[in-house]
């Protein structure tokens, strides 16, 4: 018995329909989830993704089935049937992906709004004219802010997470081709960014040379430092570990090695750590009045130095 054209198309479309979510759910491209924003940035991917694979599958079929069914057979050198067009199924072929682009722009509007994005200030009154980095020779012309808010599913932020104040603060500076992270409640300044877990983190960014970005890849949140203005990034890290941190913006030929450490621990951890920091920083000006005491002259401190490089004192007084 003949199967119907329509019996093999409605079977085959349950097949790729299958297919397509069951990759789209389990593609494995995703690092891990690290942040309480990532389940919602996952969910869009897996989305677009399922998409994606019923498209492409669609499209490979029909491309080998029409290669298999209509290839030249021996000995036929006659042209192909002149086609004029079809035009229900042009409109559809049309309607179909206009669909599909509209669908995922609203879902994509969602969940930017829902991890802050026309909200970026998360209802707590941050000025937006403000010279909050504290590393010399910054220009702070004006503010650009682009604030994530935080939550605790993967669905929807609730207004108190929206417009609750930020547990930790972290201005950040970029420049060829490195990260300085400074937490201003202490001063202290590192090139390594050390986080408490569990805690609602605000980064304050902007960069001393060229536009440099902001990336890491497990929190799936991803902005610009751009010299003269402020950026603004807000997220919540929920796993411990190391990650890392890569500047996603073309900046120079280095650009390939601006990376650096994120560290997210616990509270006591992250407290042991900063409490390291602010001893070393007490510690390191004594030490370098210990290095060169006062009652030698500095061609005397510099001697072992300049002797190892080939340079003589008289070489010294002339650079003086």
């Known amino acids: 018995m003949k199967i119907p054209s329509a019996i093999w198309t409605l079977l085959i479309g349950i097949v790729l329909t ?25 969910e869009l991917f897996n989305a677009m993704m399922t998409v994606s694979t019923g498209i492409f599958l669609i499209v490979e079929c029909v491309l080998i089935y029409s290669v298999i069914k ?10 192909g049937l002149p086609i004029e067009g079809n035009v229900p199924l042009e409109i559809l072929w049309t309607a179909i992906p206009a669909i599909i682009v509209l669908g995922i722009s609203i879902y994509s509007f969602d969940v930017y709004t ?45 207004e108190q997470q929206k417009t609750s104040p930020p547990q930790l603060t972290v201005d950040v500076t ?6 300085l992270f400074t937490y201003p409640e202490t001063g202290v300044t590192t090139g390594e960014l050390h986080l408490p877990i569990g805690k609602t983190v605000e980064i304050n960014m902007t960069a001393n040379d060229v536009i440099h970005a902001f990336w890491i890849p497990e929190f799936r949140i991803k902005q610009d430092a ?59 000006p004594n030490q370098a009045v210990a290095m060169n005491p006062l009652d030698i002259t500095s061609d005397e401190f510099l001697s072992p130095y300049t002797k190892e490089m080939g340079i003589n004192s008289e070489i010294l007084h002339q650079i003086k």
């Open 174 to 179: 970029g420049l060829q081709y490195a990260w």
């Open 226 to 284: 751009i010299p003269g203005r402020q950026t603004n990034l807000r997220f919540t890290p929920r796993k411990a570990g190391d990650y890392e941190l890569i500047c996603a913006e073309l900046c120079g030929p280095y650009h390939g090695a601006m990376k650096t450490q994120v560290v997210v621990e616990t509270q006591e951890a992250f407290d042991q750590w900063m409490q390291e920091q602010l001893v070393a920083s007490k510690d390191t």
């Open 70 to 79: 209509y290839r030249r057979r021996a000995g036929d050198n006659e042209d």
């Open 114 to 158: 829902n991890i802050g994005g026309f909200d970026p200030h998360g209802g707590h009154g941050s000025p937006m004219m403000e010279e909050s980095m504290t590393m010399p020779g910054t220009a702070m012309a004006a503010t650009l802010d682009h604030r994530s808010g935080n939550t605790a599913t993967p669905v929807q932020f609730s």
């Open 18 to 42: 299958l297919v397509s979510i069951w990759y789209g759910q389990n593609h494995g491209l995703l690092p891990t989830a690290a942040s309480d924003e990532a389940p919602l940035v996952d």
